[in-house]
C-alpha cells in the first residue's frame, strides 16, 4: 500500500457510519469500505445504534426529525476520533448540517461542532487524513466517474478518488464533460417528481454512455442507485459500483448494483 | 401577471413533453454556461471581484433606508419625481397616473421583470394605454402573448422558426413570401417597426438593474440598444424598480456591473450600459422632459433581517437558471409566473406566499450548482430548504409524504425495531428483484443488513 501519514495517534479509532442505503441495499460496500479502512491502518467500529443520517426528513422540512435522528448519530459517534460514511452526502449532513439544527441550543451545538469537525467521507478520508496513496488494488475496465453534488460541492471531494484511481491497475478512466452534474436524485426529489428527475437522469444517461466506458463509479450509493437503475431501463450494459469495491478488491465478487447474482 | 404556479407538476409535465422547447433548452446549456465559463477564466480577480460584491450589497442592505432615501434626495436634486408603490395596486396605479397626466396613448417599454411582476402591460391596455415591448425577446412573447421564460432570455424557449412563424403572423402587413430564415432578418424586420413605435410613444417605461444612491442615477444593461431609444426619445421616462436595486456609488455599481454580463450572458461587458438622471437639462441634446421613477416593495422589505434576507443580494443575471438540471429539464413556464429556476424559487414564494408556490422549494435535487455560479453567492439551497421547512411546519406537505416519513422516523430512532423491519422490507424487494420498471431507482438489494452481518462476524 502506498505512502501513509504516520503522525497519526495510534490507534486511530475509526467509527464507520454505514449510511441507510448501504446498510440495507448494499452491504458489500460497508465491508469494503472496512476494509479500506484497517488496510490504512484504522481500528474499526460499526455502533449498532446507527440507522440514517436523516437527510430525508431534513430535505422534507422536517427539522424535529431531523433532530432526533441526529442526537442518536452524535450519541453512537462522539466517541471516536473519527466518523468516516462512504457517501459524501451523509458526511455533509453530519458535518456542515448538524450544527444547524441545534442553533440555540450551546451544549448540542458545542457536541455537533466536535462531531463535525471528526467527520469524513471515504475515500477522501483515507488520501487526505491517513495519506494513503494507493490500494494496490487491479481493475481491468474503462470507467467513468461521478462526482456526487453534496460530495463535491460541501465536501470538496474532485481530486481524491481520482488519485486513487489512478493507481489502480488496469482501471482506464474515461472523465465525461458531464460528471459535475447532477444525476438527478435528490432524495425524495426524485419520489416527489419523478418525471422531473428522470429527465435530469435520462441527459446525465446520454453524458455516460457517450463516453464508452463498461463500467460507472462513485462514491454515494444514492447517485449510483438512480444512475444505474435508469442505465439499466434503457437497456445499457455499463455497469455501476461505488470506487470503494473497486480498491478494496472487492468488485469480482460482488455483482454490480441491480444485477442478479447470488452470493447468499 | 397572473401565477400558475400551483398548477407546477402539470406545467412541468407539458415542458418535458415539449420537444421544441427541450430543443432549445439544449441549446442554452451549450451557450450561456460555456462562455460564462471562458469570460471568468481570463479575469483573475472575478472571485474577488464576487466577494466586493456581496461586501456591498450586505452592507446595502444593512443600511437600506438611508440608502434608499438619499436616492431619493439625489434624484429630486436631479428634477426626478420618486414614487414610492408599497404593492403592485400602488405601482400600477402610480405609472397608469403619469401615463394619464402624459396623455399617453402608447407607452414603449424596455425589458423588466419587475414590470412583468406587476402585471403593467395588461393593465395599461385595460384603461386605454397601448404598451410596446421594445426588446427583441419581449417583443416576440409579446406578440404570442406569451409569459416571459427566463429572466434575461425572455423568448429562450422559441426557435428562430417560430418566431418566424409568429411575426409573419402579426405583421401581415408585410410580403408574406419574404425570407426570415437568418437571425439577423428577424432582428431588422422587428427594427423596422419598433422604429416607428419609439418615434410615436408618449411615455417609455424601463426598468433599472441599479439605483446609485450617491448620484440619484438609474443604469440599465442592455445588448440591443432599445433601452436607449425607450428612455431618451419620449417626452415621459418612468423608471420602475424594485427597493434593493440600490447600490450607495457609482464605484460599487461599475464592481456589480463587472460581474453581472460575465455571471449572465459571458459577455465581458453588456453591448450598452447606459445611465440616466432625471430629465433633460437646458443644454442636453436629447432626454424626457419628465423623469419618474417608482421604486416597487411588494413584500421584499419583510425579508430583510430575515432568513430570506440573502437573497435580496440577487442582480438577476440567470446564472442560476442557466446552470439548474431542474430549469433545464422543464423550462421557465413551468414555473407558473416571472421568476424561474433556483432563484424565481427562492423569490416567489415570498412575493406569492407558499400555499401558491411551494411546489417550487420542493422541486429541487439541492444539487447546489446554482449557489455556486452565483455571483452573488446566495445560498439558494439552504433558502430552499427553509421554505420546506415552513411548508412542512405550518401542516402544509402532503399526507403521504407526511405519515411516510413519520413512520420512518419512528423507526430510525429505534435501531432494535428498525433493523428487523427493515430486512423484511429488503427481503420482499430481493424477491421482487427490485423496483422494476416502476421504480427503477430502487435495485435488487444484496440482501441482509451490514451492521447485522459485521455484528454477526461476518467480514
Ligand atoms: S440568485 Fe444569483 S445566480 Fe440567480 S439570478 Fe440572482 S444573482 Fe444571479
Redesign the interface.
Known sequence: MGAMNTALKNPIDVGLFATCLVDLMRPSVGFAAARLLERAGCTLHVPEAQTCCGQPAYNSGDNTDARNLAVNVIAAFEGFDYVVAPSGSCAAMIRHHYPALFEGDATMTARCQSLSNKTHELLSFLTDIMGVTEFEAEFEATATYHDSCSGLREMGIREQPRALMAAVKGLELRESGEAQSCCGFGGLFSVKYPEVSGRIVDAKSDAIEATGAETLLGGDLGCLMNMSGRLRARGSAIKTRHLAEVLAGTAPETPAIGEEGDKD | MRSTTRNF?DN??RG?ADDKLQAALGRLSQGFPVKRLETISRLPEFEQLRDDAIAIKRHTLENLDSYLERYEENAKVSGAHVHWARDGDDAREIILGICRDAGAKTVTKGKSMVSEEIGINEFLADNGVEPIETDLGEYIIQLRDEPPSHIIAPAIHLSGAQVADTFKESHDELDADRDLSEPRTLLEEARAILRKKFLAADVGITGANMLIAETGTSVIVTNEGNGDLTQTLPKTHIVIASIEKVVPTLEDAATILRILARSATGQDITVYTTYSTGPKRADDLDGPENYHVVILDNGRSSLLGGEFEDMLRCIKCAACLNHC??Y???GGHAYGWVYSGPMGAVLAPALLGLGETHHLP????????C??VCPMRIPLPRLL?Q???????TGG?DTK?RLG??A??F???R?AL??PL?AI??SVLKLC???G?R?????????????D???RG??
Open positions: 407538476v412541468a409535465a418535458l438540471p431542474v433545464k429539464a422543464i420542493s422541486a429541487s435535487s439541492l444539487c447546489g450548482r449557489q455556486d430548504r421554505w420546506r421547512r415552513r411548508w412542512f411546519e406537505e409524504t416519513l413519520a420512518w422516523a423507526l430510525a430512532k435501531p428498525y433493523r427493515m422490507g429488503t428483484g427490485g423496483g420498471r421504480f427503477p431507482i430502487l435495485p435488487r438489494p444484496e440482501g441482509g443488513s451490514f451492521v452481518q459485521w455484528k461476518k467480514r
